[in-house]
């Protein structure tokens, strides 16, 4: 059974940049064909996806995070990171990795979540 676990600093400074890493373990991130996303929690509100790095290796982000967002990976490692850049108090947030089975659509796996307050 696959698990995600996030890792990371928990506050941040307005302007500095985010970075989350995510350690896969029970299956591979170049596994055919599953898509490795970050999605966010703001406090109070609902769910929102920031981007993906597929199982070979390219990367589709959401268009309102774009200009701000970079996913990389370690295969070696078995993780992908989340690069969040000129961070502000509007992106405090859980966030979260969540592995997509491409042929379902479907988020079958979940990491725990990690809290990161983005202080001004």
């Known amino acids: 059974q696959v698990q995600l676990q996030e890792s990371g600093p928990g506050l941040q400074k307005s302007s500095q940049t985010l970075s989350l890493t995510c350690t896969v373990s029970?299956?591979?991130?170049?596994?055919?064909?599953?898509?490795w996303s970050w999605i966010r929690q703001p406090p109070g509100k609902g769910l929102e996806w920031i981007g993906y790095?597929?199982?070979?290796?390219?990367?589709i982000y959401s268009p309102s995070l774009k200009s701000r967002t970079s996913i990389s990976r370690d295969t070696s490692k078995n993780e992908f990171t989340l690069q969040l850049s000129s961070v502000t108090p509007e992106d405090t947030a859980v966030y979260y990795c969540?592995?997509?089975?491409?042929?379902?659509?479907?988020?079958?796996?979940w990491g725990q979540g990690t809290l990161v307050t983005v202080s001004s």
């Open positions: 969540a592995r997509e089975d491409g042929t379902t659509k479907v988020w079958d796996a």
């Open positions: 029970g299956g591979s991130i170049t596994t055919m064909y599953y898509f």
């Open positions: 790095m597929s199982y070979s290796g390219y990367t």
